[in-house]
Each structure stands twice: as structure tokens, then as C-alpha cells.
């Protein structure tokens, strides 16, 4: 079983910069890609960012040259770096931990979430 904590959500205006933390337990984390989902209200939770084991990534082209998604297996980390935030980007974000060296954009895919950060930007 992995637990996921998120931290680092909050208010910021438009054009601001936040950065997400999501520290995983256990000693497998190495093992599990890492993603990163989004969901505002009465829309559906869509993957923006994933990173697998051996650091390979992927953006959702809305997010492309703004997000840049890291992680620290030595510290069970995974991190989501936001800048150039817009309205738009408003949402809950969660992170997700599948196992395995791969991504999918769909929920059920994925084996373990976080609780959710709330992200709000200001116009």
C-alpha cells in the first residue's frame, strides 16, 4: 500500500508560480511513474504531467512550457512546478502513483492518490 501526501496548493494571480510536493511511504517508490491530474468543477480529472521511474515525462499540451514535473526517489518525493499560471489552470490537483515505467491519461488506471491541493488563480 502507498500513501500519497500533497502540499503546496494555494491563491495566486495570474502569471504567479506555485509548486506542488507529493511524498509517497514506503520503499518502492523508485518503482511507480508518477502523475499528476487536475479537475475543476463539473469537469473531468485530466492527467497534465507524469514522470516514470526513469525520469521520462509527459505534458498535456496545455500546460507544455509552463509545468515541469521532477522527482527525488531519495527523499519519495515528486514535485510539480507551476509558473505562468493562468485562470485556466484553476483546478483540485492530485497526485497518482501507478506501478510500473509508464503513464495513462486515464484515472482508472492509476493505483494510488493523494487527497487533493486546491489551486485557485486570480485574474
Known amino acids: 500500500q502507498v500513501q500519497l501526501v500533497e502540499s503546496g496548493g494555494g491563491l495566486v494571480q495570474a502569471g504567479g508560480s506555485l509548486r506542488l510536493s507529493c511524498v509517497a511511504s514506503g520503499p518502492t517508490f523508485s518503482s511507480y511513474t508518477m502523475g499528476w491530474f487536475r479537475q475543476a468543477p463539473g469537469k473531468e480529472r485530466d492527467l497534465v504531467a507524469a514522470?516514470?521511474?526513469?525520469?521520462?515525462?509527459y505534458y498535456a499540451d496545455s500546460v507544455k512550457g509552463r509545468f515541469a514535473t521532477s522527482r527525488d526517489n531519495a527523499k519519495n518525493t515528486a514535485y510539480l512546478q507551476m509558473n505562468s499560471l493562468k485562470p485556466e489552470d484553476t483546478a483540485v490537483y492530485y497526485c497518482?502513483?501507478?506501478?510500473?515505467?509508464?503513464?495513462?491519461?486515464?484515472?482508472?488506471?492509476?493505483?494510488?492518490w493523494g487527497q487533493g491541493t486546491q489551486v485557485t488563480v486570480s485574474s
Open positions: 514522470i516514470t521511474s526513469g525520469g521520462i515525462t
Open positions: 497518482a502513483a501507478r506501478y510500473g515505467s509508464w503513464w495513462y491519461t486515464k484515472p482508472r488506471e492509476w493505483d494510488y
